[in-house]
Nanobody, 123 residues
Framework: QMQLVESGGGLAQAGGSLRLSCAAS????????MGWFRQAPGKERTLVAL????????AYADSVKGRFTISRDNAKNAMSLQMNSLKPEDTANYYC????????????????WGQGTQVTVSS
């Protein structure tokens, strides 16, 4: 089993930045594609960004392209999401996820999920 723990959430002003981290334990992430998802109150969980196991392929939701950057450090068993130019509509609970298959991760059917970290952006 793999455990994922997010950190780095909090309160930011519009236009500001936050960096989320996801620490994995129990298994090495080297064979897993990983991603960030978010869920706002009353809404479905949606994809934010994905990164392949080797880090060579990334994908982003249109709403965050050019503002968010996903990265991973397999040696540290960790993944990050740098969020710049934050907007109030970025307010949500952010989850990290891992799966062996990119297609499953893309459709939010990942095997492993963290508990989430809250991001609140004030206008």
């Amino acid at each position: 089993q793999m455990q994922l723990v997010e950190s780095g959430g909090g309160l930011a002003q519009a236009g500001g930045s936050l960096r989320l981290s996801c620490a994995a334990s129990g298994r090495t992430i080297i064979n897993y594609d990983m991603g960030w998802f978010r869920q706002a109150p009353g809404k479905e969980r949606t994809l934010v960004a994905l990164i392949s196991s080797g880090g060579g392929t990334t994908a982003y939701a249109d709403s965050v392209k050019g503002r968010f950057t996903i990265s991973r450090d397999n040696a540290k068993n960790a993944m990050s999401l740098q969020m710049n130019s934050l907007k109030p509509e970025d307010t949500a609970n952010y989850y990290c996820a891992a799966d062996r298959f990119f297609s499953r991760l893309r459709s939010a059917r990942a095997d492993y999920w963290g508990q989430g970290t809250q991001v609140t952006v004030s206008s």
